[in-house]
């Protein structure tokens, strides 16, 4: 068939979709202990139509995936498959490179298995000292510190249990200490609950988030702690304007940037917090005055890691969906791509911006968009989708309601199955 490139017309007989063929390509990347690299269908059918070529690293990739020679699929490579420099081109149609790969190969350790530990070395500090000592307020502050940093490798629901546990074993520490530990055993069950009403949040519980939020921000005032005051006010924001209050989100953002320290924290006050109320009550200006300061200011701020830090990819994602919200179609396409360019692939962060273009598109591309929302159903499992990304796959199919594309009635098919992440019951999905 002419119309066919080799690439599409392997893929096709392999029965794979373009999604599928995407994992097949990231489950080669993970047998080689690599992170998958951000592979999308749209991209693929680039690939196929020979509108744009792949890379080397993606030919060889490809290539194993498909269980094909780059020569088969018509991706000629530089020196990649000679006997120097890679392994052994698979042998025959469908069978898979990495099928061979050795058994021995352990698969990357992730600390899921570690988790429980933290919480159990803060019980037996706890134990160890009933009354508190400056070590427990360390080790506290390690495991907030833990729990930050990893915030994104587990399910929402498994983490906020392991944080609660953790917390709850710093609360019976405070009554027995003196005024010193007592402050800093509070103010660590500050930045603890902090992450609770985040981690409520993302299992679209917004009245427990509310809850959690507002005990960290009084403990972060009454302990001193004006960046988690601030972190605290910028979250409140994020609640109230998940339910439309512009008013209280407005304020939870200005109070939130009063306690803010000037630099990075500013930024994301500015980029998380007010940007999206100022957005959404169509006060242009000034919303592009902000987005003009905390651009300015990212340009020479030192990113932080984790749950309470702020990156790049963060705060393009925050801009892209300011745009959107002011109908920039096209400005809203072109910064979230610049999130996705820095989100490591399969994170709730490339998630978020992958949604975010795809509902830029929607309107004069709905084919592409629901692929794109497609490929993140395919690669990423019901309990790991938070429910920012829910809310913005379920606008997403809103606006895609009318289309006849195919791509469109699947997508409103898998959204319509899609489970709860929390089951009538209460309990986690």
């Not at 690939?47 to 744009?52: F, I, M």
């Not at 905390?294 to 801009?319: C, K, N, Q, T, W």
Request: proline content about 6%; charged content about 25%; aromatic content about 4%.
């Amino acid at each position: 068939m002419p119309e066919l490139t080799a690439l599409e017309a392997w893929r096709l007989a392999l029965g794979w979709s373009r999604p599928q063929a995407i994992r097949e390509v990231a489950a080669v990347y993970r047998a080689d202990g690599l992170l998958p690299p951000g592979l999308t269908p749209a991209m693929l059918c680039r690939y196929e139509h020979g509108k744009e070529e792949p890379g080397d690293e993606y030919r060889l990739m490809i290539s194993r995936a498909y269980g094909a020679r780059p020569d088969q699929l018509a991706l000629a490579t530089r020196c990649l498959w000679c006997s120097t420099c890679a392994s052994s081109p698979p042998l025959h149609y469908g069978q898979h490179q990495r099928e061979k790969t050795s058994t021995g190969r352990k698969e990357p350790m992730t600390t899921a298995s570690g988790l429980p530990a933290i919480r159990e070395s803060v019980q037996w500090a706890v134990l160890d000292t009933s009354g508190g000592s400056p070590a427990v307020v360390a080790l506290a502050e390690a495991a907030v510190e833990h729990y930050a940093l990893n915030y994104s490798k587990h399910p929402a629901s498994v983490l906020l249990e392991e944080v609660r546990e953790t917390r709850n074993l710093l609360s019976t520490a405070v009554a027995g200490a003196d005024r010193t530990i007592a402050e800093g055993l509070r103010r660590q069950v500050g930045w603890l609950s902090a992450l609770l009403g985040n981690l409520a949040y993302h299992l679209d519980d917004r009245a427990g988030a509310r809850t959690h939020l507002t005990l960290a921000g009084a403990l972060g005032e009454s302990t001193h702690e004006p960046a988690l005051t601030a972190w605290a006010s910028g979250a409140l924001a994020m609640v109230a304007t998940a339910r439309h209050d512009w008013e209280h989100a407005r304020g939870h953002a200005e109070y939130g940037l009063q306690h803010a320290p000037k630099g990075l924290r500013r930024a994301q006050l500015l980029g998380w917090a007010l940007l999206p109320t100022l957005a959404a009550t169509q006060r242009t200006s000034e919303a592009d005055d902000v987005v003009n300061e905390s651009d300015e200011i990212m340009r020479s701020a030192v990113e932080l890691p984790g749950r309470f830090g702020y990156d790049r990819a963060e705060h393009r994602l925050h801009v892209a969906e300011a745009h959107l919200t002011l109908e920039r179609f096209d400005r809203a396409a072109d910064v979230a791509r610049e999130s996705i360019a820095a989100a490591p692939t399969e994170t709730p962060a490339w998630v978020a911006a992958t949604l975010v273009l795809a509902l830029a598109e929607a309107r004069d591309a709905p084919d592409q968009a629901a692929t794109r929302a497609l490929g993140v159903l395919d690669l990423i499992p019901p309990p790991r989708l938070r429910a920012t990304a829910r809310d913005r796959l379920a606008r997403l199919g809103r606006l895609l309601d009318t289309s006849t594309v195919s791509s469109a009635t699947e997508l409103a098919e898998r959204l319509r199955t899609l489970p709860a992440p929390i089951r009538a019951d209460g309990t986690a999905a």
